[in-house]
């Protein structure tokens, strides 16, 4: 096969679905008793269930259903009655060989979520299942088909699962890492998941398929897996995408397939065996009965669940005047509500999120005291505070806290007079008449020695900014 | 309903379920199979049309539990029994390929 | 009641007229003098039996009371788990395992101050209708060991028969416990489904499996049923309601009671000799105060063609995990798929792999609707008709078995005329009734019959009082 090459977008056109498989955050599996917990001695949480010993039952964990329910209402779903079924197939890791999960009547159904863009995005259901243990090849470099013998660890046997399946509404590797980063976001907001991709409580399995721009059908699809990171995801979409171009415009089909993404040269693969024709016999488990959470349960979980990263972000920019779009990191950070504190307590609303956004990275920022940063940012709009003076300020009040103006002072900051300003602005301009003339020749790099002679003078606390007005002013 | 049962259809099950008959054996359970299915005859002649299947006959629902910890099984008492393992894991032959 | 029933010998212990040492020993020497030919046991746990035995007199010593079967030797079929002690299911796959774990039933039993005697042998993962295909050879009728004792649970209804045990339990999924009973002139209950617990029997049909006693008479019955049902939240398909009081419905008669003779398991398929015992059973109840007439109950014509799509297709399911990679048998080779191959490839028998496949292929992509779907649909069919039945009547009773014991080999080579052996049987465990075989005379050759009564769901009360009153008219 060829390398992949690129195509042109306007041509064709991507087509993205994402599942994702969120582990719950509960104490116990999701059918038995034993321990959810993570990076101990191997085969230490298994009890009879676990391993699949005969006689061993399956009981619901109702901190399960309800978290489930949680990410149901956050979706936006429809909470519904539902079943547990079988999915019979045969592997090692698989300790009854066959996994319990949903199949024709999920738990949640019909739901969709917003992207910080405002693009709406479809998900069609999200059930919960059992995760399986963990099989680690041994021998031929701890690759699959070189394997002398295979080891198993059945701890994560069992953990419960949420998965997500959503709809084929993506168009680009970045909405597709916006998606992800967006549910991750939710799971944590509702306590559901800690989603983090690179430890495997969050997994990506990405379905891609092309199509010319304009064609209504969709083409023939394969699902990538092996997907641990926001950056894979976008790297295994693009290769992906480009291959099923190349090979449709050099006359051949693509052909629906399970393929495995791989880090180290960026390609995807078809896997050399395929196990199981996909057959699952998927069967209502006769050892479960109907899950049926009432009226009341859930409306309960609905009263319960906290603000939602996409209200927040609404919020944010309806009571800031700022563009949706500006909100998103903001929001992501956490510092929505110190943003609208400070700006109920009289704050420039533009002014608070820029400084937001480009000056309060640090995660310490959100025990800013509303108050002190609404002082701080009014302090730089009267013209009290350069630019540059308001962010090491800001940077001292998020590590040692304290009230601006006393900081300001404590640094001999106080912004410089106009009037001074131009005055020795005046005299940098008759005593360096040759960079003046390269100035007003249009040389636009000059202007940083006029500000540079500024600011030595001043120690600083002049405003660059202003400086530079006052030499085109001077300019004419 | 169906044709009958063929050594084919037999023979597909026999590796979906990992069971590896002889060529005897897949004629004889052929038949067999096939005389069973046969006698399933007498479900076509029925009238299931909006009849509501009954996967159970019991007709709980909502069966919980508390999402407290149990005990767990002794590590060294399961492996005990365990055909093959190696630092507390169990061993099998090489795995070719992906589970689903 | 008899020196020998359970409720004798319990009542005994307690009151420190006898010891469970020697109520044990005399089993023990039992045992020793029949099994050889009998071979009901996998299993005799002589050594641990003498000890429970002896910490049950050592309570009594003390003044504890060890409860309602105190001493009472009994019986397991080995698909029930009994920790440290090897559970086989009579199958390779299982031989030597011992669970880590005793099944609910197998604690309310030692709760009860019960002394378990031993494994009993079966047909292989329950599966089969006269312990033919076990894996450790069958289980011979004590009334004619040229003749197969019934199954699943041939060898606790051959135990009971021959006095190593008054009580055993078994297992039903299409009459596996009802069936030996009638086979082997005991009495053999099916409980509704969800009043007793399944949590450490290994399955087979999960939907259509109960625990169940067998024992030599109604009272001994109905007292092993109250110490081991009950809800349990380990099985989630327990019901919540607790199990009724038996014992003190016994003596209740029958008069007044509603008796329907299932109109479909009178005529062709039934024996003679077995259908004159059922006619004189319900002149019997009629003779005792009952109303009895024939009823219709046409699910019993299509529940066979049901239960052999249902009960496969979810054992194909639970023997999945048999794969020599956890526990059990393990036949090496080069990888993984191979392996589990050749594991279920030797350690399962032949019985075990048609259901295998048949279940198998019921769920198949393609024939799920025409098979498993509808079978399903079929299910919902026989209730109704349950229903219908049973608001006439208060109970229905039947033939147990349509013929007594056959002969070794007889059925064995054809799997549809074994399976037709469960055509009286199967119903109940469809419509999850509770339904019981009580021993009726016997046929001209001196074979016992079982009469089966049925009764709606939860009805234990007026099935047992039925039952009760069958086996006064006899004395």
């Known amino acids: 096969m060829s390398a992949a090459t690129g195509f042109d977008p306007a041509e064709w056109e991507v087509v993205i679905g994402l599942e994702v498989h969120a582990e719950l955050a509960t104490r116990t599996k999701l059918f038995s008793a034993a321990p959810n917990r993570f990076g101990e001695e191997p085969n230490t949480h298994i009890d009879a269930l676990t391993l699949g010993l005969p006689g061993s039952l399956p009981v619901l964990n109702r901190h399960a259903v309800e978290l489930a329910i949680r990410v149901g209402l956050a979706l936006n779903c429809t909470v519904q009655r539902s079943v547990f079924a079988r999915k019979n197939y045969f592997y090692p890791d698989q300790s009854k060989n066959y996994q319990i999960s949903q199949y024709e009547l999920p738990i949640n159904r019909d739901g969709w979520l917003e992207l910080p863009s405002g693009k709406v995005v479809g998900i069609e259901r999200a059930h919960l299942e059992e995760d399986t243990g963990k099989t680690t090849h041994v021998g031929g470099g701890g690759r699959i088909h070189e394997a002398e013998y295979s080891l198993v660890d059945y701890n994560r046997a069992g953990v419960p699962l949420l998965e997500i399946v959503g709809r084929p509404d993506l168009r680009s590797a970045e909405e597709a890492r916006a998606y992800v980063s967006e549910l991750r976001a939710i799971l944590v907001a509702v306590g559901a998941s800690d989603g983090k991709m690179e430890e495997g409580s969050l997994r990506v399995d990405c379905n891609v398929s092309v199509r010319r721009r304009g064609e209504d059908a969709l083409g023939t699809r394969c699902e990538i897996k092996n997907i641990n990171s926001l950056r894979s995801l976008g790297r295994a979409i693009e290769y992906e995408a480009a291959r099923q171009v190349d090979l449709i415009t050099s006359g051949e089909r693509v052909e629906q397939q399970t393929r495995h993404w791989n880090e180290e040269d960026g390609r995807t693969h078809t896997l050399r065996s395929k196990e199981e024709s996909d057959d699952y016999r998927y069967f209502p488990d006769p050892d479960l009965v109907v899950l049926d959470p009432s009226e009341e349960w859930i409306e309960q979980v609905r009263a319960d669940l906290p603000m939602l990263p996409a209200a927040r972000r609404h919020r944010l920019a309806e009571r800031s005047g700022v563009e949706l779009e500006r909100t998103a990191l903001i929001v992501e950070r956490g510092l929505d509500e110190l943003c609208l504190a400070a700006i109920d307590a009289g704050a420039d609303p533009a002014r608070t999120l820029t400084h937001a956004e480009h000056n309060l990275a640090d995660e310490r920022a959100t025990g800013l005291d509303p108050a002190a940063f609404a002082e701080l940012v009014t302090m730089e709009v009267d013209g009290k505070l350069t630019a540059t003076q308001a962010k090491t300020v800001l940077a001292e009040m998020v590590e040692k806290g304290g009230a601006p103006a006393e900081i300001a002072a404590a640094h001999g900051f106080e912004a410089m007079d106009t009037s001074q300003l131009e005055a020795m602005v005046d005299e940098l301009i008759a005593a360096h008449p040759d960079e003046w003339q390269r100035f007003c020749d249009g040389d636009a790099k000059i202007t940083g020695f006029f500000v540079g002679q500024v600011m030595k003078a001043t120690k600083g606390k002049a405003d660059g900014k202003v400086v530079t007005g006052l030499l085109h002013q001077r300019k004419g | ?100 | 009641m008899s020196a020998g029933t359970a409720a004798a010998i319990a009542g005994a212990v307690r009151a420190g007229e006898r010891r469970a040492v020697d109520v044990l020993e005399e089993h023990l020497a039992r045992i020793e003098a029949r099994e050889p030919e009998i071979h009901a046991f996998n299993l005799v746990t002589t050594d641990a039996a003498r000890a429970a035995a002896a910490a049950v007199d050592e309570q009594v010593a003390r003044g504890e009371d060890p409860g309602p079967l105190a001493g009472v030797p009994v019986a397991l079929k080995d698909n029930l788990c009994t920790r440290g002690i090897p559970t086989t299911c009579s199958s390779r796959m299982l031989e030597g395992w011992a669970p880590p774990y005793d099944a609910t039933v197998v604690e309310r039993l030692a709760a009860a101050g019960a002394v378990v005697v031993g494994k009993t042998n079966l047909d292989e993962f329950a599966m089969g209708s006269s312990t033919e295909h076990s894996a450790f050879g069958p289980t011979r009728n004590p009334h004619d060991t040229s003749r197969v004792p019934g199954g699943s649970s041939g060898g606790s209804a051959a135990a009971v028969a021959a006095g190593f045990s008054p009580i055993a339990l078994g297992s039903d999924t299409g009459g596996s416990i009802r069936q030996p009973a009638a086979l082997c002139g005991v009495v053999g209950v099916k409980p509704t489904y969800g009043r007793v617990s399944r949590l450490g029997l290994i399955a087979f049909g999960s939907s259509l499996d109960q625990v169940g006693p067998l024992a030599a008479d109604v009272a001994d019955a109905a007292l092993a049923c109250e110490v081991i049902g009950g809800h349990d939240p380990g099985d989630s398909t327990s019901l919540p309601e607790p199990f009724p009081d038996l014992r003190a419905h016994l003596d209740d008669g029958v008069e007044g009671m509603r008796v329907g003779i299932v109109a479909e398991l009178t005529g062709d398929g039934i024996s003679p000799d077995v259908a004159a015992q059922v006619r004189a059973a319900a002149e019997a109840l009629a003779a005792a105060g009952a109303s009895v007439e024939e009823i219709s109950v046409p699910a019993v014509t299509y529940g066979l063609s049901a239960y052999y799509l249902v009960a496969p297709a979810e054992a194909s399911s639970n023997l999945a995990r048999y794969d020599g990679v956890r526990y059990g048998l393990r036949v090496e080779a080069p990888n993984s798929v191979e392996m589990m191959e050749a594991t279920r490839t030797e350690g399962f028998g032949d019985e075990v792999k048609r259901r295998i496949m048949l279940g198998t292929y019921a769920l198949s992509a393609g024939y799920y609707d025409a098979f498993y779907g509808k079978a399903l649909k079929v299910r919902t069919l026989i209730r109704r008709d349950f229903e219908a039945a049973y608001s006439k009547v208060d109970v229905l009773i039947s033939p147990t078995s349509p013929t007594t014991a056959f002969r070794f080999g007889e059925r064995s080579a054809d799997p549809m005329a074994m399976y037709l052996s469960d055509v009286c049987t199967i119903v109940a465990n469809l419509a999850g009734h509770p339904a019981m075989s009580v021993p009726y005379g016997t046929d001209a050759e001196g074979l016992p019959v079982g009469v089966q009564v049925m009764a709606p769901a939860l009805g234990e009360v007026p099935m047992f009082r039925v039952a009760a009153a069958l086996e006064r008219s006899l004395a």
């Open chain 2, 1 to 100: 309903m169906t044709e009958r049962l063929t050594t084919a259809e037999v023979a597909k099950v026999a590796e979906l379920a990992r069971l590896r008959l002889t060529p005897e054996e897949l004629e004889r359970f052929t038949d067999q199979l096939a005389a069973v299915l046969d006698h399933a005859v007498d479900i076509e002649a029925l009238d299931l049309d909006g009849v509501e299947p009954l996967a159970h006959p019991v007709q709980l629902t909502n069966v919980m539990r508390d999402d407290e910890p149990g005990e767990v099984l002794d590590r060294e008492e399961v492996l005990a029994q365990a055909p093959a393992t190696e630092e507390g894991q169990f061993r099998v032959p090489p795995v070719l390929g992906e589970g689903a």
